[in-house]
């Protein structure tokens, strides 16, 4: 805790919100090129640490994955809510909570804002997208909603840097002010329920040297609400003995007392949310139709929005698959001359073989894909700007939802045709880490683009010139469609079969 | 009971219940579907799954499979 006088070192903000709400243009607009990625060690979530000074005092901002709620059920909310909690010791614990909430979908975004209150500390309101609101007839009274909330509540426009110095300003202040914790939504039966599991873990948890002292009030909680499961490996639980038959216990006499579990949790919440938008959000009756609407409404209708899609995805397949190819042809050729000059200038010999075959050939072999990848990349990095990602993967849950993936794979699978390697690395945009491992485990099996001519040489030596079905039909086409069929079909089977059998055991479930 | 998939198109409703209390059920409810709640169908995708509504001022896109979970109050099919 920091008290007026004594300003930690180093500001660490963690940059919390749901996804969609310009948290990350947010995040490039405080921290400029002074970014590092990584890993969190153990787990595949990504990692953005940004710096910044302001005031005469440096910032580092941690980005967290972006979320809709902090009930972990997954890898990457348990890091959400460890580094929130203080919990990691890779990430010093936050000094202050910087939650970034879409000004036109207010009640959606406030059901993060009351979980990450909980975290106990300083906490301050971006409100983004106040032009998207206004143009939906929706007024926001920022100066109510900072008292209501007891936070307070900067009006920013990440896109155009607005509000920005504003909002630095705000983090520096909540640091250095005692913050008030607002009373917990849920009922006194429920927080009763918690306080008896604490006092449980308390005098029953055996001493461990890693683990820390008191678990945190949340994760109480969360394991009375987690009917999932997901919790009752972590260490803090398995060292407690009896816990998890104390919290099925308390389950059942929440049940009783109205407030059943897991469905109390987003009642009680909602039901604050209403609380503090009464009044302070004002809707200007009818839900205005803007151009986006109309837009969106030839992009996601039955006929012509289909029609679109398949365009789409023509031209994007066609440029990856065709547009990439001078450069491809030209990256080869400087390879090879590379090797060429390099091979008529050493003598023969093993390290003559490594530095030509291996280290310039090797190089070569990557590089060669940038064209392609550069290609696909722009054009996702474009669907993924102007929204239209969300229409193809709604487009495609349908098709996509019978191998037990979601719409969101549909376009790394399609550019797997070209090509797996940019496929694979497109799976990036599947914030579902399930659904991301299993598109990049059967991307390889999409016949891509290099294996067209080894099937071409292989179909013109085994497979006759003979006319079947009547002559319009020719036997080596067949057996090129064959052979591509039996790439989908195995990615089908094997998608179904990697969710099955191996680590993926997870659930299914949406994003 | 109704549930969210036998809504029509253009048709709104009140969130009666989510079934379950398994995980899925939390998820659904996190995402704004509470007892209560008004729900309105816009859409359904060319392929016949997701449906699209519109609730608390947003559109939210759910599988038939989990639209079967959410009941709606009686008195409230239109």
């Known amino acids: 805790m920091t008290t007026a006088s004594t300003l930690p070192q180093t500001i660490t903000v963690a940059l919390l919100g749901n996804p969609n709400t310009g948290k990350s243009t947010l995040f490039n607009a405080l921290s400029g090129v002074h970014q590092r990625v990584g890993n969190y060690p153990g787990v595949t979530v990504e990692k953005k640490v940004g710096r910044l000074r302001h005031e005469g005092h440096d910032f580092q901002l941690v980005d967290l994955p972006g979320t809709y709620s902090l009930a972990p059920r997954s890898p990457d909310e348990m890091v959400t809510v460890d580094v929130l909690l203080g919990r990691r010791g890779d990430v010093p614990p936050p000094d202050v909570v910087l939650c970034i909430v879409d000004a036109s979908n207010l009640q959606r975004n406030l059901y993060l804002v009351s979980q990450a209150l909980e975290m106990g500390r300083p906490t301050v309101l971006a409100l983004n997208m106040g032009d998207v609101a206004r143009e939906r007839g929706i007024t926001i009274d920022a100066a109510a909603l900072s008292q209501r909330l007891g936070l307070p509540v900067v009006e920013i426009q990440a896109n155009r840097k607005r509000g920005l110095a504003e909002l630095k300003h705000e983090l520096l202040l909540a640091v250095e002010q005692k913050f008030q914790p607002p009373e917990s939504p849920f009922p006194e039966a429920f927080r009763d329920e918690v306080q008896r599991l604490s006092e449980h873990i308390n005098s029953t948890s055996s001493p461990s040297a890693d683990g820390p002292a008191e678990t945190p009030r949340y994760l109480v909680e969360r394991l009375l609400l987690d009917t999932g499961g997901y919790l009752e490996h972590s260490p803090w639980v398995t060292r407690s003995p009896g816990l998890l038959a104390e919290v099925k216990s308390a389950r059942e006499r929440l049940t009783v007392a109205g407030a059943p579990v897991p469905a109390v949790e987003a009642m009680s919440r909602y039901g604050w949310v209403s609380q503090v938008l009464d009044g302070v959000v004002t809707s200007s009756g009818e839900r205005r139709v803007t151009l986006s609407d109309r837009i969106d409404r030839v992009l996601t209708h039955r006929l012509w929005g289909s029609v679109v899609f398949c365009l789409l995805m023509v031209v994007i397949f066609q440029a990856i698959f065709s547009g990439a190819t001078g450069a491809m042809d030209a990256i080869e050729w400087i390879v090879e001359q590379c090797g060429e000059w390099v091979g008529g200038r050493m003598a023969e010999g093993t390290l003559r073989s490594l530095i030509v075959e291996g280290v310039i050939g090797g190089v070569g072999g990557v590089i060669v894909f940038l064209p392609q990848i550069l290609i696909l990349f722009f054009f996702i990095a474009v669907l993924e700007d102007c929204g239209y990602m969300a229409r193809a993967a709604y487009l495609m849950d349908r098709l996509m939802s019978r191998v037990g993936l979601s719409g969101k794979s549909f376009i790394p699978l399609l550019s797997s045709f070209a090509c797996a390697i940019p496929g694979i690395m497109s799976t990036r945009v599947i914030e579902n880490r399930r659904d991301r491992l299993v598109t990049i485990l059967i991307a390889p099996l999409m016949s891509c683009s290099a294996r067209l001519p080894v099937y071409t040489l292989l179909i013109g030596a085994f497979i006759p010139a003979r006319s079947v079905l009547g002559g319009w039909l020719g036997l080596q086409g067949l057996t090129m469609f064959g052979a591509y069929f039996v790439g989908i079909f195995r990615g089908d089977r094997g998608g179904v079969g990697v969710e099955k059998k191996t680590v993926l055991k997870g659930k299914r479930r949406r994003s | ?78």
């Open chain 2, 1 to 78: 009971m109704k549930t969210i998939a036998e809504m029509q198109i253009g048709h709104r409703g009140r969130v009666a219940q989510v079934d379950g209390n398994d995980s899925l059920a939390a998820r659904i409810m996190e995402m704004g579907l509470v007892p209560g709640t008004e729900v309105e169908m816009i859409g359904v995708a060319p392929l016949g799954d997701p449906l699209e509504l519109l609730i608390r001022g947003y559109r939210l896109s759910l599988r038939r499979s989990e639209a079967k979970r959410v009941a709606l109050e009686d008195d409230s099919s239109n």
